[in-house]
């Protein structure tokens, strides 16, 4: 090639090089700098770091702000990308927990209809949670009281548990044979921050429980739920919240899973 054609050629490259605004983009280093410089600049020398930085980027978003959407986001546009399969295990978590924390019909059916197979026992347990879920507003939950006790029951000895009471009406036209009550100890933000689960009722599901817990309770039946327990979260006391939610059920007419 000549020396007349070499010099504007490299001319031309210096130029575009120049132009390139990737500099820039990896200043601001944002998923919408880079975004916008790959629609812009796709065959641009740089465009494999771009996209690179901004699949970091996208993931670190969906850890960071725990959002469907923000999984949504980085599995649509890097399917098959280097954190692919950490966020799908990610999001399929994030899912049950939600579920998990809002106890809705809705949200297990959400569950079980994205990951009707991702998890044998995990399947059968959203489904009997949904079960639980459906027939809750039939659970009718008194006040709930606690009080500090000692967990040998000795009238001398520390005061090193807790004892929480509600009264709970079967407020549903079914005779429970199971029904499991779970206690979520809240933060101060809100969020759950520990549980314990004992059951009002537990006819022959080999937990170990008083002879009358083994009793079904029929509609419109009222019975003091207690639970002792020494399992709280650090800093628990008398003014902390706390929730008690139903999350199994077991009715006379059906069989034991």
């Known amino acids: 090639m000549s ?8 001319a031309l490259v210096l130029a575009a090089s120049a132009c ?38 996208m993931y670190e978003k969906a850890k960071t702000d725990q959002t469907l959407e923000a999984y949504d986001a980085y599995m649509k546009r890097f399917p098959n990308g280097m954190f692919a399969e950490k966020a799908r295990n990610e999001r399929e978590k994030f899912l049950w927990e939600w579920a998990d924390e809002t106890h809705t019909v809705e949200g297990w059916d959400r569950y079980l209809s994205e990951y009707p197979q991702h998890d044998a026992k995990k399947v059968r347990e959203a489904r009997r949670r949904k079960m639980a879920a459906e027939y809750a507003p039939n659970v009718k939950i008194g006040e709930i009281t606690r009080e500090k006790v000692n967990l040998a029951e000795d009238p001398e000895g520390p005061l090193n548990g807790w004892l929480f009471k509600a009264d709970i009406t079967n407020g ?48 419109g039946e009222t019975r003091t739920w207690d639970l002792m327990t020494g399992s709280v979260p650090e800093g628990f006391d008398e003014n902390s919240k706390v929730r008690l939610v139903a999350t199994g059920v077991t009715f006379e007419e059906a069989s034991p899973n």
């Open 3 to 10: 020396r007349t054609l070499i010099v504007p050629l490299l």
């Open 20 to 57: 390139d605004t990737f500099p820039q983009v990896r200043q601001q280093d944002t998923i919408e700098a880079y975004e916008k410089y790959l629609a812009e600049h796709p065959d641009s020398n740089y465009a494999a770091e771009a996209k690179g930085r901004l699949e970091t980027l």
């Open 172 to 219: 549903g036209d079914q005779t429970l044979t199971y029904l499991q009550m779970t206690i979520h100890f809240l933060g101060e933000d809100g969020k759950r921050a520990g549980e314990e689960k004992w059951p009002l009722v537990s006819s022959n599901y080999g937990i170990p429980v008083p002879e009358e817990k083994k009793v079904p309770v029929k509609p």
